[in-house]
């Protein structure tokens, strides 16, 4: 006879399932998004730039009108796919579909040799373009895992603990086989190209727990062709836009979201290129930065979480916002070759990230139905990308129209502090009372 689970435990179960994924993804961001290929593309594939229809491109601004493209492709993509999702129950497919891409892309990059700046370039924005769908039906998973607010808010955390464990562990193998090489009969670029190949091996490997144990609430629907799947789905998204103006609370939220995730996304993904390229610090520094990034960001998400049930989880994400600016200053003062700056910038970040991202993923979570929870999901994920697009080319052009990248830093601060005032304004409990009248607008809206 089969035993049946008590429902607590499989509900922790769920979750942990959940959470591991987050743990799988996290060496990819870590060594190939943020810190090691961003250094190892400045230094070493492109440390001369590049100069196309007469412009000089410096290797920062390459980077940041890279992380932008792959950014605009998931924005177009995200909501469509979000809403064929929610209406068929295929987020667990589309979750596997693009981790196993992501994968393959991310892994091909140990082909990436100094000099083949185009051919970085296209497997990059591949894996963060796969990358980055992939989470858009990872957190539209939360809703499920979780069910009141607090569960989602303490769910949220554990996740990006989880992530920022698995990001730890790999990368600190990756630190020790740079940093000793020679040790190992390497050349430090080999030592480089292997690493990156084992980002994309982590997160195919310890993805595969998640996928087993994963539950989807099914939904029973008559099978359907492709081209009325995605009709259905670009129907359900323009429906979605339409109903946003209605709902006030909710558009402020992510219109506050769009600004300040500008400027944590931008900072996270030219931090790597920032040291290496401007600041003139080695590999290992960087590295090891982004090791403590890691290693403090864990107990972060979880301090964060606690901290939002007595603050609140708005007034616990304006604390965490300050300190983002705070951050932007200080690196833009930062001198060359300062390494303990950039450190202690770094386990400032470490600190902050985590709880930022975790509480912006739950408070959004506790807004929306849970019976929609992927089509608004896939809007989250269009705020999110769309404010990853504008940062990072605008760092990009502002690289390239100074020379140098201090200005751009600076830049940065604008998206916290307008992100903050709007955050300010969020009538939270409002929001989370009209989430009812929100689902059902929305059925009426499409069937």
Request: aromatic share 16%; with cysteine.
């Amino acid at each position: 006879m089969l035993k049946t689970l008590d429902p607590q435990v499989a509900r922790k179960r769920q979750v942990r399932a959940w959470a591991f994924y987050d743990f799988s993804t996290q060496g990819y961001q870590v060594t190939t998004a943020s810190a090691l290929f961003p250094a190892y593309f400045a230094r070493g594939i492109a440390p001369d730039g590049l100069s196309l229809l007469g412009i000089h491109f410096p290797p920062e601004a390459l980077w940041g009108f890279g992380v932008g493209l792959a950014a605009a492709i998931v924005f177009i993509l995200a909501p469509i796919l979000g809403a064929i999702a929610d209406h068929g129950g295929y987020k667990k497919r589309f979750l596997m579909f693009f981790a196993y891409g992501g994968c393959l892309f991310a892994s091909l990059l140990f082909f990436a040799i100094p000099g083949w700046v185009w051919f970085s370039l296209v497997f990059f924005v591949l894996a963060q373009v796969f990358y980055t769908s992939g989470n858009v039906f990872y957190d539209a998973f939360l809703p499920e895992v979780a069910d009141t607010d607090e569960e989602m808010d303490r769910a949220s955390g554990v996740g990006f603990a989880y992530g920022y464990l698995g990001g730890f562990l790999q990368f600190a193998g990756a630190l020790v086989l740079v940093s000793a090489h020679d040790w190992f009969g390497l050349t430090e670029t080999m030592a480089i190209r292997i690493c990156l190949l084992s980002a994309g091996l982590w997160w195919l490997g310890f993805s595969v727990y998640s996928f087993r144990v994963l539950k989807e609430t099914k939904k029973e629907l008559p099978p359907r062709v492709v081209p009325e799947i995605i009709g259905d789905g670009v129907n359900r998204t323009w429906q979605s836009i339409k109903l946003l103006p209605r709902f006030p609370s909710l558009l402020l939220f992510l219109v506050a979201y769009f600004f300040y995730n500008d400027g944590i996304q931008t900072v996270i993904s030219i931090s790597g290129v920032y040291g290496s390229g401007t600041l003139g610090l080695s590999t290992q520094v960087i590295m090891l930065t982004f090791l403590i990034v890691q290693l403090i960001a864990i107990g972060g998400a979880m301090a964060f979480s606690s901290l939002a049930v007595r603050w609140g989880t708005k007034n616990t994400l304006i604390v965490g916002l300050f300190a983002w600016s705070a951050i932007v200053v200080g690196a833009f003062f930062l001198r060359t070759g300062d390494a303990l700056g950039f450190i202690f910038l770094g386990a400032m970040i470490g600190l902050v990230l985590g709880g930022t991202q975790s509480l912006s993923r739950s408070l959004f979570a506790s807004m929306i139905p849970r019976t929609s929870s992927a089509g608004f999901f896939g809007f989250y994920s269009i705020f999110n990308k769309l404010s990853a697009i504008l940062g990072p080319i605008l760092f990009g052009v502002m690289t390239t129209a100074f020379s140098s990248a201090r200005p751009a830093v600076l830049m940065i601060l604008i998206f916290f502090v307008v992100g903050t005032f709007l955050l300010w304004f969020l009538d939270l409990d409002k929001a989370r009372r009209s989430k009812q009248q929100l689902e059902e607008a929305l059925r009426e809206e499409v069937f």
